[in-house]
């Protein structure tokens, strides 16, 4: 065995360590092609303890690198007996000379990182993009609050202040926010009704006639006030 492939035997153990359980080590020393494994951890991922032969891969890489000043070839892709993907690295040891002595192999199992990507790759799917880009959650950017940012939106898509809007393009703008979900929010009737310098019943004045439009069978109503209202006139 050579002397640089003997030094490095410590090392094989402590890579494992801090690659982890999913990350096969292995250090080969090239003078015995048949008995090349001299130190392996976490020999499970391939199946190959000390004392195997070089893969064919192996024996090609000794070839071809033998006559280049390659150091090393990384992030390639191999499958183990059972088909798990490997993202392999292969790092040649050369004497005083350049002449191949060794590799030392670091060949990650991807299996579970696949299995995380895909999960979160679920949980990062947005159905509903059109939402997404007008109607976001929580704070923007510049700290304003849910209710202030989708008012701010629908102000820049209408092009104007609510309180310059006449009564059609009030309507426009209460259905273009009922339809993103705004007036589930708490406070989001008072605070279009401040924007647009209307009262609350207005608001759901506006509510029900443009819901009534989408109902079959349901005309605009003039009826009692709903709960809703009920509540707010005694707020």
């Known amino acids: 065995m050579h002397d640089l492939v003997r030094a490095l ?20 020393d090239v003078s015995d092609p048949a008995h090349s494994i001299v130190a392996i951890e976490n020999g499970t991922i391939s ?16 070839k071809t690198a033998a006559s280049s000043d390659v150091d090393y070839v990384s992030n ?7 088909g798990r993907r490997m993202r392999c690295n292969t790092l040649f040891l050369r004497d005083e000379t350049g002449s191949i002595v060794g590799y030392l192999c670091l060949n990650a ?12 790759d679920h949980l990062t799917t947005i159905a509903s993009p059109v939402y997404s880009e007008h109607f976001g959650d929580g704070l923007a950017p510049s700290g304003e609050d849910l209710l202030e940012r989708n008012l701010r939106l629908i102000r820049e898509l209408l092009g104007k202040p609510f309180h310059l809007l006449n009564r059609t393009e009030r309507l426009e703008a209460v259905q273009r926010l009922d ?12 605070a279009f009704a401040q924007e647009a310098g209307v009262s609350v019943f ?3 004045r506006y509510l029900r006639e443009n819901r009534s439009e989408t109902e079959p069978g349901k005309g605009p109503s003039g009826g009692s006030p709903s709960r809703t209202e009920r509540q707010a006139k005694k707020s």
């Open 179 to 190: 339809e993103k979900g705004f007036f589930l929010l708490k406070g989001a009737v008072e």
């Open 109 to 120: 199992d991807m299996t579970r990182a696949e299995m995380a990507k895909g999960l979160l």
């Open 202 to 204: 207005t608001v759901y």
């Open 9 to 28: 035997i410590p090392l094989v153990k402590g890579l494992s360590v801090a690659l982890g359980p999913d990350c096969e080590v292995v250090l080969h």
């Open 76 to 82: 390639f892709l191999a499958r183990t007996k059972d």
């Open 47 to 62: 199946g190959r303890q000390v004392g195997d032969p070089l893969t064919d891969y192996g024996l090609f890489s000794l």
